[in-house]
């Protein structure tokens, strides 16, 4: 089944719970493999399949072994056997492969003790919620990203003890508009560096290959609300999602880039969650949208509040605006990062919060004056992050600042970027680089270790693992710029 099939042709799932509803219902649709996906530490989608005939009820009980010691951030080669445990609510037929393929989303346990595995980030999520309805504060915690990305026609990249490289090109790209074409006529209608933010086709030349990736999400059980073109030239591109559950909605993210890569994939595009892969031109954010209800009531709404918020959701952005230089060691966690959280651009890096102004690190959405759609937008984070981590901690942290009653600085409803050097000193950033942010993270961590939530082993192979495999490579590599400034010294 391609990705261009209507989305009938592919249901999702939807209420079966049961594993002999999820195996009767993929019989009764033709699906011939079963793919068993679960995500490594850093937040990249694993998998391994099954035919349809090894998908038994038992194997919902009792589990399927993996080698745990493969995976990023999980276990020595010594303590390797790791079990999967597939959850029926999550089972859809996938929509970009050729054979009928259903996809299941597993937890990770330890076959030694039976236990949930504290490094599966999906139980990280799973215990974040548990833990918000022991706190009495709130039951449910709702979120709704808004995940940027770049489409491209072609990446090329390499990286040795001798030369190191990127090129990437895209047909909507600006720098295109002179090209004779090889004989093929150039028929312009380019979005020009940040105007991209919404033109009509033929300008924008990704409308259709938008649609088929909505329809494919639509497939695979996932609630679209919207797709557009973004601010940048050259294909960028925002899908946003219908608000869910905390643990959900990280499911749904795992899901979005999965479809976003093989839609395009498909289609002869390439697609990046970079957050910045193009110079001089618009970073790809995920802004966070969160709030907690309570009884099916919403908690962040008060007609009297500025902003129409309680004192329980400005206490909420407190925690957030409190702890966000540590939350960015998981909400924006590359070195690329920092390519697009820089002061003095259009960056989310003011620790302030505003209703309607984008300048701000919390925004108070005011569309309407509903309560049910009173939110807190958070704009650090990106889309290189592992939802599910993010998520948990961004919970966690607006949590921290609801039980302490944590005041964030007084609302600044005036262009951040443009203030006079005397107004700036007093609004605080965001750290500028993944080692700062790393180091807040290493100091600042007892918020996240609250009811068992994050473990210290998780933050501390977050630690190591971004430190020495990210971080440290990119920091002892020549910079190709660095020959520019620095070859005729």
């Given at each position: 089944?391609?990705?261009?099939?209507?989305p009938t042709a592919t249901p999702h799932a939807k209420g079966a719970s049961a594993p002999a509803d999820v195996i009767r219902r993929?019989?009764?649709?033709?699906?011939?493999?079963?793919?068993?996906?679960?995500?490594?530490?850093?937040?990249?989608?694993?998998?391994?399949?099954?035919?349809?005939?090894?998908?038994?009820?038992?194997?919902?009980?009792?589990?399927?072994?993996?080698?745990?010691?493969?995976?990023?951030?999980?276990?020595?080669?010594?303590?390797?056997?790791?079990?999967?445990?597939?959850?029926?609510?999550?089972?859809?037929?996938?929509?970009?492969?050729?054979?009928?393929?259903?996809?299941?989303?597993?937890?990770?346990?330890?076959?030694?003790?039976?236990?949930?595995?504290?490094?599966?980030?999906?139980?990280?999520?799973?215990?974040?919620?548990?833990?918000?309805?022991?706190?009495?504060?709130?039951?449910?915690?709702?979120?709704?990203?808004?995940?940027?990305?770049?489409?491209?026609?072609?990446?090329?990249?390499?990286?040795?003890?001798?030369?190191?490289?990127?090129?990437?090109?895209?047909?909507?790209?600006?720098?295109?508009?002179?090209?004779?074409?090889?004989?093929?006529?150039?028929?312009?209608?380019?979005?020009?560096?940040?105007?991209?933010?919404?033109?009509?086709?033929?300008?924008?030349?990704?409308?259709?290959?938008?649609?088929?990736?909505?329809?494919?999400?639509?497939?695979?059980?996932?609630?679209?609300?919207?797709?557009?073109?973004?601010?940048?030239?050259?294909?960028?591109?925002?899908?946003?999602?219908?608000?869910?559950?905390?643990?959900?909605?990280?499911?749904?993210?795992?899901?979005?880039?999965?479809?976003?890569?093989?839609?395009?994939?498909?289609?002869?595009?390439?697609?990046?969650?970079?957050?910045?892969?193009?110079?001089?031109?618009?970073?790809?954010?995920?802004?966070?949208?969160?709030?907690?209800?309570?009884?099916?009531k919403p908690l962040f709404f008060d007609a009297k509040g500025y902003g129409l918020i309680s004192d329980t959701a400005r206490w909420?952005?407190?925690?957030?605006?409190k702890h966000s230089p540590a939350l960015l060691a998981f909400a924006a966690p590359t070195t690329n990062s920092y390519r697009r959280?820089?002061?003095?651009?259009?960056?989310?890096?003011?620790?302030?919060?505003?209703?309607?102004?984008?300048?701000?690190?919390?925004?108070?959405?005011?569309?309407?004056?509903?309560?049910?759609?009173?939110?807190?937008?958070?704009?650090?984070?990106?889309?290189?992050?592992?939802?599910?981590?993010?998520?948990?901690?961004?919970?966690?942290?607006?949590?921290?600042?609801?039980?302490?009653?944590?005041?964030?600085?007084?609302?600044?409803?005036?262009?951040?970027?443009?203030?006079?050097?005397?107004?700036?000193?007093?609004?605080?950033?965001?750290?500028?680089?993944?080692?700062?942010?790393?180091?807040?993270?290493?100091?600042?961590?007892?918020?996240?270790?609250?009811?068992?939530?994050?473990?210290?082993?998780?933050?501390?192979?977050?630690?190591?693992?971004?430190?020495?495999?990210?971080?440290?490579?990119?920091?002892?590599?020549?910079?190709?710029?660095?020959?520019?400034?620095?070859?005729?010294?």
């Open positions: 089944m391609t990705a261009t099939a209507k993929a019989r009764e649709h033709g699906v011939q493999v079963v793919d068993l996906r679960f995500t490594d530490l850093p937040g990249t989608w694993q998998h391994f399949s099954i035919p349809l005939g090894e998908l038994t009820e038992d194997l919902f009980a009792e589990g399927i072994g993996f080698d745990g010691s493969s995976i990023r951030g999980f276990q020595a080669i010594n303590e390797s056997d790791m079990l999967l445990f597939p959850d029926a609510g999550s089972a859809f037929v996938d929509p970009c492969l050729e054979v009928p393929t259903l996809s299941l989303t597993c937890d990770v346990k330890d076959p030694v003790t039976g236990e949930p595995y504290s490094r599966d980030p999906r139980y990280v999520a799973q215990k974040a919620e548990g833990h918000l309805g022991k706190t009495g504060i709130a039951d449910t915690a709702y979120y709704g990203p808004e995940a940027e990305f770049y489409i491209f026609n072609s990446v090329r990249f390499d990286q040795n003890a001798h030369e190191g490289y990127y090129h990437v090109d895209s047909e909507e790209g600006i720098w295109n508009s002179g090209q004779d074409g090889n004989g093929t006529p150039n028929l312009g209608h380019r979005p020009r560096h940040k105007e991209g933010y919404f033109p009509v086709p033929p300008t924008d030349r990704l409308q259709d290959l938008r649609s088929k990736i909505m329809l494919a999400m639509i497939a695979a059980g996932v609630e679209v609300e919207v797709h557009h073109h973004e601010v940048g030239t050259a294909g960028q591109t925002e899908i946003d999602m219908r608000f869910k559950t905390l643990t959900r909605m990280a499911d749904q993210m795992m899901i979005y880039k999965y479809v976003v890569k093989n839609v395009c994939r498909q289609n002869g595009y390439t697609a990046t969650f970079m957050p910045k892969p193009l110079f001089g031109d618009n970073g790809s954010g995920m802004h966070v949208h969160m709030s907690l209800w309570k009884d099916s909420y952005i407190g925690g957030l605006i959280l820089v002061p003095g651009y259009e960056a989310p890096i003011n620790l302030i919060y505003s209703q309607r102004n984008r300048s701000a690190i919390c925004r108070i959405p005011v569309y309407s004056k509903s309560p049910k759609a009173k939110r807190v937008e958070y704009r650090a984070p990106d889309p290189s992050c592992n939802p599910y981590l993010t998520f948990a901690a961004l919970l966690m942290a607006g949590l921290d600042g609801v039980k302490n009653k944590i005041e964030p600085p007084k609302p600044m409803d005036v262009d951040l970027y443009e203030l006079e050097p005397e107004e700036r000193k007093h609004v605080k950033n965001t750290p500028g680089s993944l080692a700062d942010t790393l180091a807040a993270l290493e100091a600042d961590h007892a918020f996240l270790l609250e009811g068992g939530v994050f473990t210290p082993d998780v933050i501390e192979t977050w630690l190591s693992y971004k430190r020495t495999r990210e971080d440290d490579p990119v920091r002892l590599r020549p910079h190709p710029y660095e020959f520019f400034l620095y070859y005729d010294v």
